[in-house]
């Protein structure tokens, strides 16, 4: 439920405001009142403009986002600050929340993930972790959005062998063509 009011908030604000860090501020200051005192909320977003390669990034708290270069094949991990929603107070947050700018070529693929893909386990007490998910995108450099989420999402079920998972495993995948 906590998702729909987020997303709501969202699409209500950015009918009167362009500035993506004003608008997860204003989210913030919305939504924070009405959340207990253990909830929050983590969240990525990605503002592209068709026809440009800067891509707008930030998070409030959320798993940092992985960028594999066509051109290089090397790998980056865009992680501007910010804090969960509801965590600490309104100008906290404020103060923590900054934008990363982003060229992606043509080729490039973003990649965003929950902390379920990092945190999916096997026998119970071993992590998939940011390491094997970084090798996983690694070996996906010139694959399709598609195909490299795919491929992710098989490595983790090979990785945990089939159990169950106590989080949403969710990858988003931006290839740029």
């Not at 379920?116 to 995108?137: I, K, N, P, S, W």
Request: overall charge negative; proline content about 3%.
């Amino acid at each position: 439920m906590i998702v729909s009011i987020v997303r709501t908030l969202i699409h209500t604000c950015v009918q009167f405001e362009t500035s993506i860090p004003k608008v997860l501020r204003w989210v913030n200051r919305n939504l924070t009142p009405d959340l207990s005192s253990d909830m929050f909320v983590t969240l990525s977003v990605a503002a592209l403009t068709p026809g440009q390669p800067s891509l707008h990034f930030l998070r409030a708290g959320h798993e940092p986002a992985l960028v594999v270069r066509k051109a290089t094949g090397r790998m980056e991990r865009v992680a501007p600050s910010g804090t969960a929603m509801g965590l600490l107070e309104m100008n906290a947050f404020d103060r923590l929340l900054s934008e990363d700018h982003l060229d992606l070529q043509s080729g490039d693929v973003l990649l965003l993930y929950t902390d379920g893909v990092t945190e999916a386990m096997r026998d119970g007490d071993q992590e998939f972790g940011v390491d094997r998910l970084e090798q996983a995108f690694a070996r996906c450099a010139g694959h399709s959005a598609t195909d490299t989420v795919n491929d992710i999402l098989a490595a983790v079920d090979r990785f945990t062998q089939g159990a169950a998972q106590h989080d949403d495993i969710t990858l988003v995948a931006i290839r740029k063509t």
